[in-house]
């Protein structure tokens, strides 16, 4: 018997180039999601992102849906450039188009502006991620 999967499109974003000025699209692998705790869901989205180790995402949704971030410890991540990150973890649950919730972990920081799915938090919670460019999609088996 098949694995079951679902198939989500890339997203546009907005860039500018930063010689000439102009604004264009591109297409990446951003996906729409609810994120909840003990309060309300809230819908956010976020970039799969193979490269993170960690999901990452800003601070301020996880205080949204309820989560005292004051009340964890905090520790210090790296990102891109070795940028140094002071973040909080904390178990949360996740949904995307064609999925029941999710319970995983996340860090949520302060400084961080983009969402990140990374790798514990999000590509574990899957048997395969999968990312078909020349077409745009995104598949997740179960």
Do not use: C
Request: positive net charge.
């Amino acid at each position: 018997m098949a694995n079951k999967f679902i198939e989500l499109p890339f997203q546009p974003r907005l860039v500018i180039n930063p010689i000439t000025t102009k604004e264009y699209k591109i297409q990446e692998p951003r996906v729409s999601l609810w994120l909840s705790w003990s309060k309300k869901p809230i819908a956010t989205t976020a970039l799969i992102d193979s490269g993170a180790t960690y999901s990452l995402l800003n601070a301020h949704l996880g205080e949204y849906v309820g989560i005292k971030l004051n009340k964890k410890k905090p520790i210090k991540i790296l990102g891109i450039g070795n940028k140094e990150l002071v973040a909080y973890a904390h178990p949360i649950k996740i949904k995307l188009d064609g999925t029941d919730w999710i319970e995983t972990e996340a860090h949520f920081s302060y400084e961080q502006t983009v969402n990140l799915l990374g790798i514990y938090g999000f590509f574990n919670k899957f048997s395969e991620v999968s990312f078909r460019a020349n077409e745009e999609v995104i598949k997740l088996t179960f």
